[in-house]
């Protein structure tokens, strides 16, 4: 079983940079294909990117594909988004999640354990 404890949300101005980090216990993080996602009011939670438990493979949401960058630090069992550029539409709760399986996955259901979600406000 794995806990993931997201932190580093917060209030922010427009174009400006942060990064999230969802450290993980219980279980080496290796072993788990890892996600972020977000969840902004009236929209639905979806993946902006994962990677792979090696760390050889990720995918970006076109969304922020340039701006928000997925990293892995294993031997930390911790998981990064780096966040550049960042837009008021960028407003959401950010969560980390794991996934038993190998492959890269945007789809929710393919997550086992999630984090506990971190807010994000973007001010303009």
């Known amino acids: 079983h794995v806990q993931l404890v997201v932190s580093g949300g917060r209030l922010v101005q427009s174009g400006v940079s942060a990064r999230l980090s969802c450290v993980a216990s219980?279980?080496?993080?290796?072993?788990?294909?890892m996600g972020w996602f977000r969840h902004a009011p009236a929209k639905n939670r979806y993946c902006l990117a994962a990677?792979?438990?090696?760390?050889?493979?990720?995918y970006d949401a076109d969304s922020v594909k340039g701006r928000f960058t997925i990293s892995r630090d294993n031997a930390e069992n911790t998981v990064y988004l780096q966040m550049n550029n960042l837009k008021p539409e960028d407003t959401a709760v950010y969560y980390c999640?794991?996934?038993?399986?190998?492959?890269?996955?945007?789809?929710?259901?393919?997550?086992?354990?999630w984090g506990q979600g971190t807010q994000v406000t973007v001010s303009s």
């Open positions: 219980g279980s080496t993080l290796r072993s788990y294909t």
């Open positions: 990677i792979r438990g090696s760390g050889d493979s990720t």
């Open positions: 999640a794991a996934s038993r399986g190998p492959r890269l996955e945007s789809r929710s259901l393919a997550y086992d354990y």
